[in-house]
C-alpha cells in the first residue's frame, strides 16, 4: 500500500482538528503515551528499567506520561528533564503532575548525569525543530549517542528536521522511532534513514474526516506493495515475459 507523508504543519493542523473536534489535548498526550509505550514494550519486553529524557513542549509531556505508565507497571524509571519543572505550562504541566503523582522521580539534567535505564526514551524535541540543536539539549544528545543503550525516539527523533530529514548538526541516533497521527516525510527523506531507526506509524484513533483537504506531501511505497511488484519468477520463464527496458 501507498502511506501518506505529511509536513510538520500539516499534522500540527490535524492535531488541531481532532483536539477542535471533542478530543482534549491531554487526553490525545495520554494516546500517544500509550502508543509509544506499547511500541516499547513489544521491542524490548524483558527490559527492567528506562530513563525517560524530557524537554518542555507536548514532545517531553508525551515522555513524563509514558515515565508515568512505566512505573505502573513496575519498571525502575529515570526521569530526566531539560527544562524545569516550573518552566512548564499546559498539558505539559499536567503530564509531569501526572508522573510525579505515580512516584516517579525527577532529575535536572547536568553534564554529570548517568543514564541508567536499560532503554532511553527521547522526548527532548519535537517537529517544531527546524535548525541546530543547540546548548544543553546538544550534549544531552551528545550523552545519548554515546551510551551504550538503544533509544526509542517519541515522535521524531531529536535534532532531525521533519520536513526535509536533514540534520543541521546533532542528532539522535534512535533503534526506533514512534510517530503520531500523520507520517512525516523527513522521517524518509535526507539524513533520516541514519537515525530513526525502525518507523512505528501510530494515528492515535484519529478520525477520517480530520484528514479532509490535508493533502500528503509525498507517498511512500510499502514494502509490501515492492515485493508484489517483484515476485519469485518460475526458472522456466521466458526472458521476454520479464518486461522490457528501453536505453
Keep these: ?100 503523582s505515580a512516584g516517579v522521580g525527577c532529575e535536572e539534567w547536568h553534564a554529570g548525569i548517568e543514564l541508567t535505564g536499560e532503554v532511553i526514551v527521547d522526548a527532548l524535541l519535537g517537529t517544531g525543530l527546524t535548525g541546530e540543536v543547540e546548548g544543553r539539549f546538544k550534549r544531552a544528545i551528545e550523552m545519548i549517542n554515546a551510551s551504550d543503550q538503544p533509544v526509542l525516539a517519541i515522535d521524531i527523533p531529536s535534532g532531525l528536521v521533519a520536513d526535509t530529514g536533514n540534520v543541521p548538526g546533532i542528532a539522535v541516533k534512535a533503534a526506533c522511532t514512534v510517530t503520531f497521527i500523520g507520517d512525516k516525510v523527513g522521517l524518509h527523506t535526507g539524513d533520516a534513514p541514519a537515525y530513526t531507526g525502525e518507523i512505528d506509524f501510530r494515528p492515535l484513533g484519529v478520525k477520517a474526516q480530520a484528514y479532509f483537504d490535508i493533502f500528503p506531501t509525498a507517498w511512500r511505497l510499502d514494502d509490501s506493495l515492492l515485493a508484489a511488484a517483484f515476485a519469485p519468477r518460475l526458472r522456466t520463464s521466458p526472458k521476454g515475459d520479464m518486461g522490457h527496458v528501453l536505453v
Design 1 to 100: 500500500m501507498l502511506r501518506p507523508l505529511y509536513k510538520a504543519a500539516q499534522v500540527q493542523e490535524l492535531d488541531r482538528r481532532t483536539i477542535a473536534g471533542g478530543i482534549d489535548g491531554f487526553a490525545l498526550m495520554q494516546r500517544a503515551a500509550s502508543s509509544a509505550w506499547h511500541s516499547f514494550r513489544s521491542r524490548w519486553p524483558q527490559a527492567r528499567s528506562i530513563t525517560v529524557l524530557c524537554g518542555g513542549g507536548n514532545n517531553g509531556g508525551d515522555g513524563h506520561v509514558l515515565a508515568a505508565l512505566a512505573m505502573q507497571s513496575g519498571l525502575k524509571v529515570q526521569r530526566i528533564t531539560l527544562k524545569s519543572v516550573d518552566e512548564l505550562s499546559g498539558d505539559a504541566a499536567r503530564a509531569t503532575e501526572l508522573a510525579t
